[in-house]
T-cell receptor
């Protein structure tokens, strides 16, 4: 069964405490893996696209990596403004089908 | 920057009313999507359109219909609103098979 699993469900960090969020998938024929940030009551904001194992993308304190079965979103020295829910989505053989994970809710305390 | 706008941020409707949610994108994207997002259930695809007047059912199309008369506009219609359609509705667009860009969402409450 095609699915995307994110862990942990929730993560509390102190400001400056680096950590990683995980997105594992069993979707056949990976076309792309996408990371989004979602603030409460708002739509998801696009962060990164990864297309193949070994690929990495960076933006400020965030770095996304991809292996054959999972992706990590590394957060280096997070700040309170990084607090949000981070969603992972995978696109398989069917280009128009995106499988979303349930998200990791990140809370960064000052 | 890609911009996806939705007609309302908050909407309150009564059971049985016909409800229209509108979405407009300004980047000439071929694909447009409607999702609903509920706690514990994540994002679920309602309908998808890959061209003007073309549509495909998603995972939960029952009770909904869509209309795409112009490339930039994609409407979601609740034919007869019910309380179980209370949810956050999210519109998204994408260029061919690339990443999706989402609108701000419409929080719909059906009483």
């Amino acid at each position: 069964e095609d699915q995307v699993t994110q862990s942990p469900e929730a993560l509390r960090l102190q400001e400056g405490e680096s950590s990683s969020l995980n997105c594992s998938y069993t979707v056949s024929g990976l076309r792309g893996l996408f990371w989004y940030r979602q603030d409460p009551g708002k739509g998801p904001e696009f962060l990164f696209t990864l297309y193949s194992a070994g690929e990495e993308k960076e933006k400020e304190r965030l770095k996304a990596t991809l292996t054959k079965k999972e992706s990590f979103l590394h957060i280096t020295a997070p700040k309170p403004e990084d607090s949000a829910t981070y969603l992972c989505a995978v696109q398989g053989y069917n280009f128009n089908k995106f499988y979303f994970g349930s998200g990791t809710k990140l809370n960064v305390k000052p | 920057d890609v911009k996806v706008t939705q007609s309302s941020r908050y909407l309150v409707k009564r059971t049985g009313e016909k409800v229209f949610l509108e979405c407009v994108q300004d980047m000439d994207h071929e694909n447009m999507f409607w999702y609903r997002q509920d706690p514990g259930l994540g994002l679920r695809l309602i309908y998808f359109s890959y061209d003007v007047k073309m549509k495909e059912k998603g995972d939960i199309p029952e009770g909904y219909s869509v209309s795409r008369e112009k490339k930039e506009r994609f409407s979601l219609i609740l034919e007869s609103a019910s309380t179980n359609q209370t949810s956050m509705y999210l519109c998204a667009s994408s260029l061919r098979q690339r990443e999706q860009y989402f609108g701000p969402g419409t929080r719909l409450t059906v009483t």
